[in-house]
């Protein structure tokens, strides 16, 4: 007895169903990317004050090793960092700490651009390693002076590595790190998170004559 067999072929897609499919897909790719890309931010954002708050931990012990002075307050005689208060140097206020920071990797906020990479180690570093400004002008006697910080992304000109802010200047940051806010420490260990305005206040808040900061500047 002769078997037929019988059946449909199977029918590929058209090319109106290919592109009626791959406009749902983009539809609900752009609906649904919002929800997966946003927490990467808060991430970034509190490992960013995670490092700040071991930088000035690590400060504070070292300064308690070498009579209640910051590194770049004491001279490089005494093992200190006096000598680079100014220029590319930045890095070099981190690295005297190594110690005391154990790990180069705290030194880079992780929102900070691809320029910037996370050093091995203490021993081959510059500020192409560093994301945070180092606060020259911070009393330790005045626990509300600026230590540490995201570095400025938005302001007056930086001379020589440094810039000096004032209570009138329009200083801040961009939305190139943290959204237009940033994390800093205080002298007293603490880290806030704050805006342009926020950051008036804190230079209010100081009295100090001068407020400093040397900025980890890349050097072409």
Not at 86 to 95: E, L, V
Not at 132 to 144: H, K, L, M, R, S
Request: charged content about 15%.
């Amino acid at each position: 007895m002769k078997i037929n067999f019988c059946g449909q072929r199977e029918r590929g897609l058209t090319l109106v169903e290919v592109l009626v499919i791959s406009a749902v897909l983009i539809v609900l790719t752009s609906l649904l990317w919002p929800s997966i890309a946003e927490p990467r931010e808060p991430r970034q954002r509190i490992q960013c004050i995670h490092n700040l708050k071991q930088i000035g931990l690590a400060t504070r012990v070292w300064e308690g090793d070498h009579g209640d002075k910051y590194p770049w307050s004491v001279p490089g005689t005494n093992g200190g960092t006096m000598d680079f208060i100014s220029g590319p140097n930045a890095w070099r206020h981190f690295q005297v700490m190594s110690n005391e920071l154990s790990t180069p990797k705290v030194l880079l906020c992780p929102a900070d651009d691809s320029r910037r990479v996370a050093a091995t180690n203490f021993n081959f570093m510059n500020n192409s390693n560093v994301s945070y400004f180092v606060g020259i002008d911070a009393p330790e006697t005045n626990p509300q002076s600026l230590l540490f910080g995201d570095r400025i992304t938005n302001g007056t000109p930086i001379r020589n590595g440094i810039l000096e802010l004032t209570t009138n200047s329009p200083t801040g940051w961009t939305a190139e790190i943290h959204r237009k806010v940033g994390n800093i420490v205080l002298a007293d260990g603490s880290v806030q998170q704050v805006s342009q305005n926020g950051l008036r206040q804190t230079l209010a808040s100081t009295g100090a004559v001068t407020n400093r900061l040397l900025l980890p500047v890349l050097t072409p």
